[in-house]
């Protein structure tokens, strides 16, 4: 594995995901309330509003502060949030693009260039390197769903691109405006997903030794812990020995 879900699977590992659930809520929340403003505050009629719900509940997101978020957007005085996406390089040349919803750009962005500089990175101009990435869509599901046969057969019925198994279980990928139609056809097949949305998917990665990819998790530790941003996702990748020491 490689980029984002590496890093995630490593910092899960360390017993992040805890200490960090307030933000993550705030986080989710910020997503519920700029689907609601985008579209109507319905689900059933929100395509967008439906999958940041169903992607808080998969983190068990109290079901009065999705409420909360959604009220938010029908309020006049609430913050009004831009989605900005920001792209540079991280230690060993590695891409990285960070997306934020923001209702201030120019603390975003000074922040976000901050952090790029302290770990020996640079941010780039738009463009600078998404042309190495794919926009598509993923699906997880936990492993109790079924073995990787099954999960791999439901996805080929419902138009998926490719599948991948692993301890933290199984990844579906498909093409970014097909998100929907397959998400609704593997819940037929495999009953709800833990979650659905559209990522930024290397098209080749970069492998990293030890000292790289501390340096690199330190950097998108960082940047995640910024209040702004929502997503991360590098082209980065580890060995398993290298691995192995990182998650001891």
């Keep these: 594995m490689a ?40 689900p059933a009629m ?11 509940k998969a983190q068990s997101m109290p079901k009065d502060n999705i409420d909360r978020a959604i009220k938010k957007a029908a309020g006049n005085d609430g913050e009004n949030y831009d989605e900005v996406r920001y792209e540079g390089y991280g230690p060993g040349g590695t891409a990285v693009i960070v997306e934020a919803l923001t209702d201030n750009r120019n603390r975003t962005a000074s922040n976000v260039r901050s952090i790029f500089t302290k770990a020996g990175g640079a941010l780039g101009e738009t463009g600078s390197v998404s042309f190495s990435f794919d ?13 990787a046969d099954k999960v791999m057969e439901a996805a080929i019925e419902a138009g998926a691109d490719d599948v991948e198994t692993d301890e933290e279980g199984h990844t579906i990928y498909c093409a970014f405006e097909d ?6 056809a593997l819940e037929t097949a495999l009953g709800e997903a833990e979650t659905v949305k559209a990522i930024w998917k290397a098209q080749n990665t970069v492998p990293v030794d030890e000292e790289k990819a501390q340096s690199l998790m330190k950097l998108i530790d960082n940047l995640e812990d910024d209040d702004d941003v929502q997503n991360v996702y590098s082209n980065f990748e580890v060995s398993d020995e290298v691995m192995a020491k990182l998650s001891a």
Excluded: W
């Design 3 to 42: 980029g984002h879900s590496q890093f995630k699977n490593i910092m899960h590992r360390k017993g992040r995901q805890d200490a960090v659930r307030s933000k993550m809520f705030s986080k989710l929340a910020r997503e519920i309330t700029v689907a609601a403003k985008a579209g109507l505050p319905d």
């Design 179 to 184: 998100i929907g139609e397959v998400s609704k």
């Design 46 to 56: 929100n395509a967008r509003l439906r999958l940041a719900i169903q992607n808080a």
């Design 135 to 147: 926009r598509v869509g993923e699906i997880t599901y936990k492993l109790e769903v079924g073995d």
